[in-house]
């Protein structure tokens, strides 16, 4: 009963005040009508409340997530079910989800009668427009009476996780002959034959050089077999993406940082379903996902994943100190960097085993023109070092497709890897 009475609302507290008063007045005027009136303008909220009381109504109501993994950008839906127990009839039930702002507007729904024993389905729309962990939640209900004496606030839900994955766009293609020397999972080493050297083989995959099949082992395995040059540490490729916030311009969704993050995505799972096993590091060698080449959709969530909940890093400059590749092929996706930083990571990389870099002219995202002839003289200057150091670069503006720099990133493969092949 006190509970109830402390849900009255303004409404009911001022028709309590007003009968309390008509009382008062009819008693100092002896006044019998007036006192009927006050009475029973005193006893409606008490009734109420009592009513509510003894009506026991228990809301309970569940949330879905449709789906619970959602690209930034694309739409979402949750879908909440809403019921009741007690045998007496509910009143008005006003319910308020906790949407974050970067998922839209914080829904509200009005429900005028609840039944009983029935399901109620509700859905609203969801657009997020950035990448992260959100929460969303917590569902409030608000009950009020059929009078608006009295109303009563209650938690339905505690919060809901929804992981905001970066925007993956569709890539073709791979560099000509990717995989060679980078030491591929599917690698088989073979002993040729007495008085010659040890061979390593591996399938046949689409772009490789002809010139590189083996013919004996083609011959015994039924298969086209092409030659490694060279016995690898560890398969697969690794993708070292460049999360520093200072080596990165712009906010919100078109951020260097939030575009780096996208190709980086779109890169690795292009690799993946390739065949090719990836490895994705930050700028230190730290690593964030390591998955195979083989597999399904689930190893592709996690490297969505981790980049979904990757923050900006605070440090100044990028040191690696080895190579972050650990003898892997490398694709790095590297902000502003100095030359100091440049010469560090090209000298830790071990010639004759592909690099690949896509450096982001980080200026034009704070609003500046990305042409060739006004990118920053620091992008060019760390371009031109990676290139002497036998590196394939590639420099990406906030214009420039990401299919675009792929397709160019893999042409510079194809004409570094015969010079490095040559060179062998």
């Known amino acids: 009963m006190f509970r109830s009475l402390s849900g009255l609302t303004t409404r009911g507290r001022c028709l309590l005040a007003a009968g309390v008063a008509a009382a008062v007045c009819a008693v100092v005027l002896n006044e019998r009508d007036l006192l009927r009136v006050a009475v029973f303008v005193i006893a409606l909220p008490l009734l109420v409340a009592l009513f509510i009381a003894a009506s026991r109504v228990r809301i309970g109501a569940s949330r879905k997530l449709l789906p619970e ?91 809901s996780r929804l992981v905001v ?85 712009g906010t919100g969704p078109a951020a260097s940082l939030e575009w780096a993050i996208s190709f980086a995505a779109s890169v690795c799972l292009h690799v993946r379903r390739a065949g090719h096993r990836v490895r994705l590091v930050t700028e230190h060698g730290k690593p964030l996902a390591d998955v195979p080449g083989d597999g399904g959709e689930g190893y592709d969530n996690v490297l969505l994943d981790a980049l979904a909940a990757l923050q900006p890093a605070h440090q100044r400059d990028l040191t690696t100190g080895h190579d972050p590749a650990e003898g892997q092929e490398l694709i790095a996706i590297l902000g502003t960097v100095s030359n100091q930083a440049v010469t560090e990571l090209a000298r830790f990389r071990p010639r004759g085993i592909r690099s690949l870099a896509v450096l982001l002219d980080t200026p034009a995202w704070s609003g500046g023109v990305s042409a060739p002839e006004h990118r920053a003289a620091a992008t060019e200057e760390s371009a031109a070092l990676l290139r002497a150091a036998g590196w394939g670069v590639v420099v990406a503006g906030p214009n420039t497709s990401m299919p675009q720099v792929w397709a160019d990133l893999c042409r510079t493969a194809a004409g570094r890897g015969s010079l490095i092949g040559g060179a062998l």
């Open 165 to 249: 994955v970066p925007k993956v766009v569709s890539l073709w293609g791979l560099p000509s002959g990717a995989g060679i020397g980078a030491g591929d999972d599917g690698s088989v080493r073979l002993r040729a034959g007495q008085g010659e050297t040890d061979v390593v083989v591996r399938q046949y995959r689409q772009g490789d050089d002809l010139r590189k099949v083996h013919w004996r082992s083609t011959a015994r395995r039924d298969e086209i077999m092409v030659r490694v040059e060279e016995r690898p540490w560890r398969g697969g490729t690794t993708v070292l993406l460049d999360h520093r916030a200072a080596a990165h311009h």
């Open 69 to 159: 993994r959602v690209s930034a950008g694309s739409a979402g839906e949750v879908e909440l079910a809403l019921w009741r127990d007690g045998k007496l009839p509910a009143g008005e039930v006003l319910l308020e989800d906790g949407v974050p702002y970067a998922l839209g507007s914080r829904p509200r729904f009005v429900v005028e009668r609840l039944p009983h024993g029935r399901v109620i389905a509700l859905r609203y729309p969801i657009q997020p427009m950035m990448r992260g962990i959100q929460q969303v939640g917590p569902l409030r209900a608000t009950l009020t009476d059929p009078f608006g004496l009295c109303e009563f606030d209650r938690e339905l839900i505690a919060h």
